[in-house]
């Protein structure tokens, strides 16, 4: 009998936080994983008060092979189209397939959650849109490539609910409205190819950062989000499931929330935690309108 090949992710920005996360997950489920980013080496990226971030992608990678699956990592900026054009070429040339592509490497900037407006902070913020918007584009181009030629696949984005209310600034907020349009848009063009599209609204994560965050905050009100924040795994358990869902298709093109979306797959957090959803709070999901223009 032959053995089934195992199935194949990218996960971009995986040095640390919701990459790393995310990337562990499918690894429990046994696929191979790619893992992108710059980090060759601890500290090369710093927390919001300066202090040193954990975190390769080469660990990474070593903790994909340790918990099941495969790792494989891949040093690669995002802002640079011939290392993410390498990037997808290594991953057709080794493994001839590509099952999901999670966008999640994006810019983050220092002053990304100090309480400024806009022109009081530095104008490279708007970086996100270069790391995390165009990127995710350039990405998804060429996953597509491989994935309508194979007649299945998952491309997955990573937003917020910063899409919809005020968040961290116009320029983050921007970037996560417009990777949820990418994630419709794209769909249209993929009907009838069997690859489907996804934007998904993470609550509130437990990543390095937002442990150092929680630390240095005397908020109340944080420490309540933090308290059933969501995990990095948890996300990463709704995308397999999405991908493997013989009913997905009707998902493609939609933007979800995470936590909403993990009950039709009785997904739960550690300890079994159900995260909330912040809708009522913080905003829902635009629905997009229905009409194709060529």
Not at 16 to 21: H, K, V, W
Not at 156 to 169: D, K, R, V, W
Not at 180 to 185: F, I, M, N, R
Request: net charge negative.
């Amino acid at each position: 009998m032959q053995q089934q090949q195992k199935q194949v992710a990218i996960v971009t920005g995986a040095s640390r936080g919701a990459g790393r996360g995310i990337a562990l997950a499918l690894a429990k489920k046994g696929m191979v994983v790619y893992v992108t980013g710059r980090s060759t080496e601890v500290g090369s990226a710093l927390g919001w008060d300066g202090s040193v971030l954990p975190g390769t992608v080469y660990a990474t990678a070593e903790e994909v092979t340790q918990v099941g699956g495969t790792g494989i990592a891949v040093i690669c900026d995002h802002s640079d189209d011939a290392q993410t054009a390498a990037l997808f070429a290594q991953v057709e040339r080794e493994q001839g397939r590509l099952d999901i592509l999670v966008n999640n490497a994006a810019f983050i900037h220092g002053q990304l959650i100090e309480q400024k407006p806009f022109w009081e902070k530095e104008i490279d913020a708007c970086k996100i849109l270069d790391v995390g918007l165009r990127s995710a584009y350039v990405a998804s181009w060429h996953a597509a490539k491989i994935m309508v030629r194979q007649g299945q696949g998952l491309i997955m984005f990573g937003s917020s609910f910063g899409a919809s209310c005020y968040m961290h600034g116009p320029a983050y907020g921007a970037q996560k409205a417009g990777i949820d349009k990418l994630a419709h848009d794209m769909a249209v063009d993929f009907k009838d190819t069997g690859v489907r599209t996804i934007s998904i609204w993470m609550g509130p994560l437990l990543t390095e950062r937002s442990a150092l965050a929680t630390d240095a905050s005397a908020d109340e009100q944080y420490e309540q989000f933090m308290a059933t924040a969501e995990s990095p795994e948890f996300i990463g358990n709704i995308i397999y499931a999405i991908a493997n869902d013989p009913q997905g298709a009707e998902l493609s093109g939609q933007t979800v929330i995470a936590a909403e979306i993990a009950q039709r797959f009785n997904i739960t957090d550690r300890d079994g935690l159900q995260p909330p959803s912040y809708r009522e709070m913080l905003g829902s999901p635009s629905a997009p309108n229905p009409a194709v223009i060529y």
